[in-house]
């Protein structure tokens, strides 16, 4: 289940908030390996370095590093200050966080009875690569703050794109949910995180997707993704304005993903059960026809809300991180990024 080696650090190759990536010998030869030194500390070169190589051996490509377990020869301190929700549970990396809705946090009694969102606009997508096009759409932007789901990485920290959004101000924060871990606010469940993005960091917009990475077995119900559908539910009945920004390819191969995603169809038209805004974004041509004609068949329980995307392409040229989905970056599959702007587009039209 796990491929273990032993490694010596030659040098730091780049780093970010949360997390450094290095150069590091093991018995086959070198290797990118990753660290988080709220984890693990801070790896020097010359450190011996107990790795996880699985995702390296497998040839992931959102995962494909090494990672940093240990530095056996020089542990870090020990945590000091509170916070007791135990994130990883049960994990040999299990981590003990402070969540804005536990008892010891300064938010406790603001969260403790809060119930709503008052209508906050709440756009959903399924990739975590959404989140940089969907603020592209946003003109002017508003206060938006980040919720990660659990479906890819847990750590918050190994997504450079929302490390710089973190800096540039485009977020006011990332709020972790579930088992994820390491934003600026951590929360017990996608509901309390919600809450958490309106009554802690006075959000305007909250965005929803899972982390870097997702899992896809090419069945119906086997994908990371679902969970699209049930942040729709967690949005509706906290008073939210969910907003679903769908998955749309021109450029994947696969036949289940071109036009709209069935991760789409299937996440909002069969696991939501509340009704959302469903955001078509008006592309030209065949392809635009085929877009409409499969998003009818969420008409059933959504509202349909056409969306222009004149200046989009514009927008996403100024992006200030890296546009890629999939290994495919703005002009190897537009439509799923025009897609993605187009929500945050409309979410923005929704603010009184």
């Given at each position: 289940?796990?491929?273990?080696?032993?490694?010596?650090?030659?040098?730091?190759?780049?780093?970010?908030?949360?997390?450094?990536?290095?150069?590091v010998t093991v018995p086959e030869g070198t290797c990118r390996a990753l660290a988080y030194p709220p984890l693990v500390g801070r790896p020097e070169p010359g450190d011996e370095v107990l790795l996880n190589t699985t995702?390296?051996?497998?040839?992931?490509?959102?995962?494909?590093?090494?990672?940093?377990?240990?530095?056996?020869?020089?542990?870090?301190?020990?945590?000091?200050?509170?916070?007791?929700?135990?994130?990883?549970?049960?994990?040999?990396?299990?981590?003990?966080?402070?969540?804005?809705?536990?008892?010891?946090?300064?938010?406790?009694?603001?969260?403790?009875?809060?119930?709503?969102?008052?209508?906050?606009?709440?756009?959903?997508?399924?990739?975590?690569?959404?989140?940089?096009?969907?603020l592209c759409g946003m003109r002017p932007r508003p206060r938006v703050a980040y919720v990660m789901l659990d479906g890819g990485a847990l750590p918050a920290w190994f997504s450079m794109a929302c490390a710089k959004l973190?800096?540039?101000?485009?977020?006011?924060?990332?709020?972790?949910?579930?088992?994820?871990?390491?934003?600026?606010?951590?929360?017990?469940?996608?509901?309390?995180?919600?809450?958490?993005?309106?009554?802690?960091?006075?959000?305007?917009?909250?965005?929803?997707?899972?982390?870097?990475?997702?899992?896809?077995?090419?069945?119906?119900?086997?994908?990371?993704?679902?969970?699209?559908?049930?942040?729709?539910?967690?949005?509706?009945?906290?008073?939210?304005?969910?907003?679903?920004?769908?998955?749309?390819?021109?450029?994947?191969?696969?036949?289940?993903?071109?036009?709209?995603?069935?991760?789409?169809?299937?996440?909002?038209?069969?696991?939501?059960?509340?009704?959302?805004?469903?955001?078509?974004?008006?592309?030209?041509?065949?392809?635009?026809?085929?877009?409409?004609?499969?998003?009818?068949?969420?008409?059933?329980?959504?509202?349909?809300?056409?969306?222009?995307?004149?200046?989009?392409?514009?927008?996403?040229?100024?992006?200030?991180?890296?546009?890629?989905?999939?290994?495919?970056?703005?002009?190897?599959?537009?439509?799923?990024?025009?897609?993605?702007?187009?929500?945050?587009?409309?979410?923005?039209?929704?603010?009184?």
């Amino acid at each position: 289940m796990i491929r273990w080696r032993k490694g010596e650090v030659v040098r730091i190759r780049r780093e970010w908030p949360g997390a450094v990536e290095l150069e590091v010998t093991v018995p086959e030869g070198t290797c990118r390996a990753l660290a988080y030194p709220p984890l693990v500390g801070r790896p020097e070169p010359g450190d011996e370095v107990l790795l996880n190589t699985t995702a390296l051996a497998m040839g992931l490509g959102t995962g494909g590093y090494a990672m940093v377990v240990a530095v056996p020869n020089r542990l870090p301190e020990d945590p000091e200050g509170p916070g007791h929700l135990v994130k990883a549970r049960y994990t040999p990396m299990q981590a003990t966080v402070l969540g804005a809705d536990e008892q010891d946090s300064p938010f406790h009694e603001l969260l403790r009875e809060a119930d709503s969102l008052d209508g906050m606009p709440v756009v959903v997508a399924d990739l975590h690569s959404a989140l940089p096009p969907i603020l592209c759409g946003m003109r002017p932007r508003p206060r938006v703050a980040y919720v990660m789901l659990d479906g890819g990485a847990l750590p918050a920290w190994f997504s450079m794109a929302c490390a710089k959004l973190r800096e540039i101000g485009w977020l006011a924060g990332v709020v972790t949910v579930g088992q994820s871990f390491g934003g600026d606010v951590e929360a017990v469940t996608t509901h309390t995180g919600l809450l958490a993005t309106r009554h802690v960091l006075e959000a305007d917009v909250a965005i929803v997707t899972q982390g870097p990475g997702n899992l896809g077995t090419g069945t119906r119900w086997g994908f990371s993704g679902v969970s699209a559908g049930e942040a729709v539910n967690a949005a509706a009945v906290l008073g939210g304005r969910p907003v679903a920004a769908l998955r749309i390819s021109e450029g994947d191969r696969r036949e289940r993903h071109i036009g709209v995603s069935h991760h789409s169809l299937t996440a909002y038209g069969r696991v939501a059960l509340t009704p959302a805004q469903v955001v078509v974004p008006e592309l030209p041509g065949e392809f635009g026809e085929r877009v409409r004609d499969q998003a009818e068949l969420l008409a059933v329980r959504h509202e349909l809300v056409s969306v222009p995307v004149d200046g989009l392409y514009e927008a996403l040229l100024d992006s200030p991180v890296k546009l890629s989905t999939m290994g495919r970056g703005l002009e190897e599959d537009l439509a799923y990024f025009l897609a993605s702007a187009a929500a945050g587009r409309h979410a923005i039209t929704l603010l009184d």
